[in-house]
């Protein structure tokens, strides 16, 4: 046993450090950059060093836990720890938000706030995966809200506050239900609150109520992994932020809602999420084909692009639906792997908004010719996000497929149906990364732009854009890099409640 706090000085470090930006010397930008880039950089090692030598891949089990009192009143405990499936989600944030910070170069507004917000979210984001406390876990869902509330409200595009206000009412209305599923949950058949997850577990309820919890809890995470018919703030927010908040939204904050539904609704309510699986998967599919189709008809750059990131969460639904350990560990590499696509591909939407100043596509056009260097990166990625073989989207889709043929718990006829609906999907999926890769790059509407010359990619956007694109391949020629995590603790948890 390790008695070292290593989880909560991973959660606590970057807020820590945060606030002490506004304690830096006042001279320009550089300093607050390099500082936050630095904690960012100190806080993955961090992490790496302590997951590399004290975590256990075999073992299903909570680890690395920590158990303090915090509240005496009414015995609420600071209690962190991870398992298989939440060391993946914390690796990928802490890679991703160290991207961020470096694509977030260019902001120059106020850039003490913005960097201190970047902090404060990776520190929610951290504590959200880690926690083992009900009542921790809700602390950590709302303080990812304000960061990001304020990240688009003051750096945003033109309707920044419309969609700053319309993210705010449905994430902020989400948690109430989430605030009653944890106070039902905690109060359940006793005099004082047990908010453990370890106790919540085990804990038994009617089948009624467990179903009238579960609903709550779907609601709060439909809304933050959008779940169609609560995505409506999605494309509003993605358009109008900047594009490292994007980078965020896209790669980390999507992911917290898939999560919860993991470890909440299958740990906690079995019985309720067996019943609601199938209309799981049918949602999921209903989202692939909706949102690829609405995809075409966004006019918007990153509309189109959130709208393909909907659509991509739609797998992680069907997989979590799907109730067998190939399809739950589809749905788990599909969050790492999305988590990477999607960044990558908000990125470069950004910095080609930067070369040329336009948002929409049918004003670009002939953009391969000045800006090769994007070109190529962003055809790479588009090629990532429709599923090409090599990447790690392809194997990603390829095991939620197989996860729903193998499983054991639907008649043949429904497994037919819904692989048939999500190969239409997978099938449109390329029309629309296509047609978005032809309306930029090729044609011949040469900029109207009056400054004819555009500078290509500098060095610190290739190197964000190659160390996404790397992971990328990576987890497509060779998967077992995710899912030695959490192969062990999908198989306890399905063998547990669904066979």
Known sequence: MNYFPWLTIVAVLPIFGGSLIFFLPHKGNKVIRLYTLFICIIELLLTTYAFYYYF??????MQLTEDYKWIDFFDFYWRLGIDGL???????TGFITTLATLAAWPVT??????HFLMLAMYSGQIGLFSSRDLLLFFIMWELELIPVYLLISVWGGKKRLYSATKFILYTAGSSVFLLLG??????YASNEPTLNFETSANQSYPVALEIIFYIGFLIAFAVKSPIIPFHTWLPDTHGEAHYSTCMLLAGILLKMGAYGLVRINMEFLPRAHSIFAPWLMIVGTIQIIYAASASPGQRNLKKRIAYSSVSHMGFIIIGIGSLSDMGLNGA??????????????FFLAGTSYDRIRLVYLDEMGGMAVPVPKIFTTFSILSMASLALPGMSGFVAELIVFFGIITSQNFFLIQKILITFVMAIGTILTPIYSLSMLRQMFYGYKFFNAPNSYFFDSGPRELFISISIFLPVIGIGLYPDFVFS???DKVETLISNFFL
């Open 109 to 114: 507004r106020d850039s003490r706030l913005f």
């Open 182 to 187: 944890v106070l039902g949950i905690g109060l």
């Open 332 to 345: 788990f590499l599909q969050i790492i792997s999305h988590g990477f696509i999607g960044a990558a591909l």
């Open 86 to 92: 939440s060391i993946g989600p914390i690796l990928l």
């Open 56 to 61: 256990q891949l075999d073992d299903p089990l």
């Open 485 to 487: 995590l959490s192969v």
